[in-house]
């Protein structure tokens, strides 16, 4: 089915406002999206929403929240997202705030700056009509706050590896990978017709800086040789930017040169 802006509708069932599942601090700006699933077969986003409602103050080691729950019947948001008309994006407790990968690869904390989309799956949830939904609203997102889905679109279990699973036991359990939901949020993307460009996307001719300690190696792969590694902070400038060996849903590779003249090819997940 093709995707347009106006294929699924969000429905609000907020959390309470100024609850620990919803403190109501308004996020600055929206910088990536965090891909989950719920790890809760069968319930629905509906069941979740209500969760949320009914227990707004749990104890301090069980607070979690989330923004949007897909299923295959809704998308039901619970805490701001940008997408529903006249709504400012708020801070919701979906990763962490002690694990480091996400201010590693985007510069910030994601639940003071990014989005969690909770997949909904087994049971009785029709898995094509959820993973359909699930596509739409993150591509739905990628517009609302201007990121380009090629690189603004990471897994939970990429940023916290040691304890979670999620989104890819999810997509897993519907016969879907992580690689094939950013395939199909870029289509998504493109199909809405609507042209934006992420400024902080690199690109040739730019400046860019090293996010983290950012191997440099002699080609497109993390199997290619090393030829020197860039430290966080370090300013480089992009040549080229080409498809290489996808690392963590990011596909692109950049051709850089370093202050000393030195060049080869890093993973553009790496910089900024």
């Not at 400038?237 to 990011?250: F, H, K, P, S």
């Not at 596909?251 to 370093?258: M, V, Y």
Request: aromatic fraction near 8%.
């Amino acid at each position: 089915m093709q995707l347009t802006p106006s294929t699924y509708a969000v429905t609000p069932l907020l959390a309470p406002l100024g609850s620990k599942r919803r403190p109501g601090r308004k996020s600055n700006k929206i910088l990536f999206l965090v891909a989950h699933d719920t790890g809760n077969p069968g319930a629905s986003a509906t069941a979740h929403a209500k969760w949320y409602r009914n227990d707004p103050n749990p104890p301090p080691d069980r607070i979690s929240s989330a923004h949007l729950f897909v299923d295959d019947r809704e998308v039901i948001e619970t805490v701001p997202s940008g997408l529903v008309e006249g709504s400012v994006a708020e801070v919701a407790f979906h990763v962490f705030y002690i694990v480091p990968t996400d201010n590693q690869m985007f510069g910030a904390d994601a639940n003071d700056a990014a989005i969690g989309v909770e997949l909904c799956y087994g049971g009785t949830i029709m898995p094509e009509e959820a993973y359909s939904r699930y596509v739409w609203t993150l591509a739905t997102l990628c517009v609302a706050h201007k990121l380009d889905p090629k690189w603004k679109i990471v897994g939970h279990d990429v940023l916290d590896p040691k304890r979670k699973r999620d989104p890819t036991q999810g997509l897993n359990a519907i016969g879907k990978s992580f690689d094939r939901l950013i395939d199909d949020v870029v289509t998504a993307v493109a199909g809405f017709a609507v042209n934006f460009v992420d400024n902080d996307v690199p690109s040739p001719q730019k400046k860019s800086l090293a996010k983290v300690h950012l191997n440099v190696r002699s080609d497109r792969s993390s199997s290619a040789r090393k030829l020197f590694e860039l430290l966080p902070s370090e300013e480089v400038a992009i040549v080229d930017v080409q498809l290489g060996e996808r690392v963590y849903g990011i596909d692109k590779w950049c051709n850089i040169i370093r202050a000393d003249g030195r060049t080869g090819w890093c993973w553009a997940g790496g910089l900024a």
